[in-house]
């Protein structure tokens, strides 16, 4: 059992930066693969990012890769995402996400956090 909380989103203009961090709390957080997704108004849910138990190996949606970064912090239950040049097409409800193994499609995580609100103006 795992619960998440997130924060750090706000609203930021193009080409700014944010960093969201995600918290859990329960039993064996270092076995968990951690995750981010995004969700914008009238979309699907979409895959973000991925990082292994380890922190060792992470994958990134092509959209994101070498703007983004996500990192863990075992010892702090945290994972984090650094985002910089941000772009309006990245404001979404950023979601953590927590399972056992590796997984993009959304519906294989067993959980979930609330959500923080990112928003990139023009």
């Known amino acids: 059992q795992v619960q998440l909380v997130e924060s750090g989103g706000g609203l930021v203009q193009t080409g700014g930066s944010l960093r969201l961090s995600c918290v859990a709390s329960g039993r064996s957080f270092g076995d968990y693969v951690m995750a981010w ?27 994101v890769r070498d703007r983004f970064t996500i990192s863990r912090d075992n010892a702090k239950n945290t994972v984090y995402l650094q ?32 959500g923080t609100q990112v928003t990139v103006s023009s």
Request: proline content about 3%.
């Open 83 to 114: 985002m910089n040049s941000l772009q309006p097409e990245d404001s979404a409800v950023y979601f953590c996400a927590a399972d056992m193994d590796w997984g993009t499609d959304s519906a294989k995580y067993d959980y979930w956090g609330q």
């Open 37 to 63: 997704f995004r969700q914008a108004p009238g979309k699907e849910r979409e895959f973000v990012s991925a990082i292994n138990w380890s922190g060792g190996s992470a994958y990134y949606a092509g959209s």
